[in-house]
C-alpha cells in the first residue's frame, strides 16, 4: 500500500508503468469498479502494475497531486503522467486511453 510521495516516487521509478488507483474504503463506486480495473489490466495490459491508494491513509500524498475525489485514476508511463481520470469513470474509455499508450510504450 503507497501512503507516502515516497512510495509513490519508488513505484514510478522501479516500473515502467504504473496505474495508480485512489479511493477509499468507504466509496461504494471505488469498491464496485477497482476489481473491474484490475481485471482489465490482467487481461489486456499485463505490463502495467496497479497500484491501489487509500486517500485517507495518503491525504498528503492526494492532496499534493491534487486528487481530491475518488475514484482517480493515473497512468505513469516511464515517469511521466498520461492519464488522470476521476469520478465517473468508464471501463471502455479507460481500456481506448490506456490502449494508446500501451503500444507505444510497450509493444515494439
Avoid: W
Avoid at 492526494?62 to 485514476?73: C, N, R
Wanted: aromatic fraction near 10%; charge should be negative; proline fraction near 3%.
Amino acid at each position: 500500500m503507497i501512503e507516502s510521495e515516497v512510495d509513490f516516487k519508488k513505484q514510478i521509478t522501479d516500473h515502467k508503468g504504473v496505474l495508480f488507483y485512489f479511493a477509499t474504503e468507504s466509496c461504494s463506486v471505488g469498491e464496485a469498479l477497482e476489481p473491474k480495473v484490475r481485471n482489465l489490466l490482467t487481461q489486456k495490459y499485463p505490463k502495467l502494475i496497479f497500484s491501489s491508494i487509500d486517500m485517507n491513509s495518503a491525504a498528503v500524498l492526494s492532496a499534493g497531486l491534487q486528487v481530491f475525489v475518488e475514484p482517480t485514476i493515473l497512468l505513469y508511463v516511464e515517469g511521466k503522467e498520461f492519464i488522470r481520470k476521476s469520478r465517473h469513470i468508464g471501463l471502455t474509455d479507460l481500456d481506448m486511453a490506456i490502449s494508446r499508450i500501451y503500444e507505444l510504450a510497450f509493444e515494439e
